[in-house]
């Protein structure tokens, strides 16, 4: 079953502004990860943060997490076409080796 | 990183028959997942398959239905079986490396049942 939700569920922006999607998610975790998945392919990983991490940088990639809400936002910055895709999150938690996916976000950029 | 190779990538089936997904990675991991992905929705973890010894089930998902096989730490297969309409979805292969519960995922082999 699905431990997050995430919004919004569809985001369209013009390229060169910046694209935020929230999740939430119901129960405590070890860490929560996002990831991306192009039309009609695999998802690729892009960051993981963990239960003790508050905010994270990768590139162009800000992630922040709220464990007190059980909350997380990825927030892409100076946004591009090809970051056009969906985006999932994905929370480990407990002793469980594998991970629970969200309701996913798709974000289309506009050239 | 993981180089994961799925076969087929895609395939139409007649109801009632069998479709065997076969899934190669480039290097010896420890785990290796099944994912469904039905149309326009997220991934929902099937199983997760076992090196030498029988899968483990999400509730929902019964081996009869999909069985699996992992016969080495580079290859497992996933069937799904006596097919139906219901069963067209995406389904994924994954494989965690580092122990920090990072994935990478293959392509994916995309089904559709008429």
């Known amino acids: 079953s699905q431990q997050g939700e995430e919004d919004p569920q569809a985001l369209s922006i013009q390229e060169g502004e910046n694209a935020t999607m929230n999740c939430s998610y119901k129960t405590s975790i070890n860490n929560l990860q996002w990831y991306r998945q192009n039309s009609g392919r695999g998802l690729v990983h892009l960051i993981l943060?963990?239960?003790?991490?508050r905010e994270k940088h990768s590139g162009r990639l800000r992630v922040t997490l709220d464990t007190s809400k059980k909350s997380s936002s990825l927030l892409i910055t100076a946004s591009r076409a090809a970051d056009t895709a969906s985006y999932f999150c994905a929370t480990l938690s407990g002793s469980a080796r594998q991970l629970t996916f969200g309701s996913g976000t798709q974000l289309t950029v506009l050239p | 990183s993981a180089v994961i190779s799925q076969k087929p990538s895609r395939d139409i089936c007649q109801r009632g028959t069998s479709l065997t997904i076969q899934c190669q990675v480039d290097?010896?991991?420890?785990?290796m997942f099944w994912y469904r992905q039905q149309p326009g929705q997220s991934l929902t973890l099937i199983a997760t398959?076992?090196?030498?010894?029988?899968?483990?089930?999400e509730s929902g998902f019964v081996i009869d239905k999909f069985p699996i096989s992992r016969p080495n730490l580079t290859f497992s297969t996933l069937t799904v079986s006596n097919m139906s309409p219901e069963d067209s979805s995406i389904y994924l292969c994954s494989v965690e490396i580092r122990g920090a519960g990072e994935l990478f995922f293959g392509e994916g082999s995309r089904l559709t049942v008429l």
């Open positions: 290097s010896q991991v420890t785990m």
């Open positions: 398959a076992n090196q030498g010894s029988e899968a483990t089930y």
């Open positions: 943060i963990r239960s003790n991490e």
